[in-house]
């Protein structure tokens, strides 16, 4: 089931902190099946790549993206079970999540994807979504990924819209995007629910993977920290769904789910800028991250009318970092 019922346990589960959400290897930080996480839709694979070593994974059921986080690698896909590679592309990648916007490919259900990085290794997300229809290959460059400054003042934050409905088509059930959220921002507010309670538009899963910069502003580095909020409200309870009220300390690696429920601030502590991929899928015919806020904070939008917004964001661009992002060069 996409929404499971009341339970101490499933109220304790939504938080994967580091090392609990890896795979059985060490080149796996990050191995999350919809069963694992106890819903029907989306995914996550981190693998870490030794230089010329290649690993070969299969899609199996679902589509995904394949997105560098540090690191360049190359991606070759094939269908499953024939020989001839269907396509190859070259990623660039980047240092860090904290210095670049990257390039990425898609990459169809019943795949056999190889990933190859070079001298240096490389990191690599692998955000996943269950569907019905294999779509070929294709490769997204970072100049075309759109870069939005969302919020104001100390709301404000660096959205990087690379697998977002209307800019990014080719994909039956699969979204996902970026933020990174200067030190001391807040961002994912006011809160908001996406679940089957009234009046939400859409039903959408959703993953929350963090990184968390260290002293210098781009590495990333488990001495960081920052807080995640998730919650449930009556209207939750009345539909039966699983109570949720968690104030999550996260840190570098770690996973929140959100299977229903509000969610929202996500808060990177001074000092720590606070990076998080967001990956989506729901049961709807079409891909849809429409939401509505908790109405007792969604006052709060209107006060950014008159409110400018944080100069350091965006934080990065396809070209590097961004002018006024701290610790990074002007571009």
């Known amino acids: ?12 589960s939504i938080f994967r902190p580091w090392p609990s959400v890896a795979g059985p290897g060490p080149g796996d930080p990050v191995l999350l099946t919809p069963q694992d996480a106890g819903w029907n839709h989306a995914g996550l694979r981190v693998l870490r790549l030794e230089p010329g070593v290649p690993r070969t994974i299969e899609t199996g059921d679902a589509e995904a993206f394949v997105l560098p986080l540090a690191g360049g690698l190359t991606v070759e896909v094939a269908p499953h079970g024939e020989r001839d590679v269907e396509a190859r592309f070259e990623l660039t990648g980047r240092e860090s999540v904290f210095t670049r916007v990257t390039d990425f490919a898609y990459v169809g259900r019943d795949s056999t994807v190889t990933l190859l990085a070079g001298e240096g290794g490389a990191e690599v997300a692998l955000p996943s979504a269950r569907c019905t229809a294999r779509r070929p290959p294709k490769y997204g460059p970072a100049e075309d990924v759109p870069v ?56 959408n899963e959703e993953i929350y993977y963090y990184r968390i910069a260290g002293r210098d502003q781009v590495t990333p580095s488990r001495d960081g920290f920052g807080v995640h909020r998730t919650y449930t409200g009556p209207e939750h309870a009345k539909a039966g769904l699983a109570e949720l009220d968690e104030t999550l300390q996260v840190r570098d690696g770690d996973v929140v789910l959100v299977p229903h429920g509000y969610h929202g601030p996500c808060v990177a502590a001074p000092g720590y800028p606070m990076y998080y991929l967001n990956v989506l899928a729901g049961p709807g015919e079409g891909r849809s991250m429409a939401f509505c806020d908790d109405p007792a904070h969604t006052w709060v939008r209107g006060e950014w009318d008159d409110m400018p917004p944080d100069p350091r964001c965006p934080v990065t661009s396809a070209a590097g970092r961004v002018r006024n992002a701290p610790g990074g060069p002007d571009v």
């Not at 089931?1 to 304790?12: I, S, V, Y």
Request: one cysteine or more; proline letters at 16%; a negative charge.
């Open 1 to 12: 089931m996409g929404f499971a019922p009341p339970g101490e346990e499933h109220r304790m």
């Open 148 to 203: 939005e400054v969302r919020g104001a003042g100390p709301a404000t934050r660096q959205v990087t819209n690379f697998g977002v409905p209307g800019l990014w088509e080719h994909a039956e059930r699969l979204m996902a995007c970026e933020l990174i959220t200067p030190p001391g921002n807040w961002s994912s507010y006011p809160p908001h629910k996406h679940d089957p309670t009234d009046p939400c538009p859409v039903v």
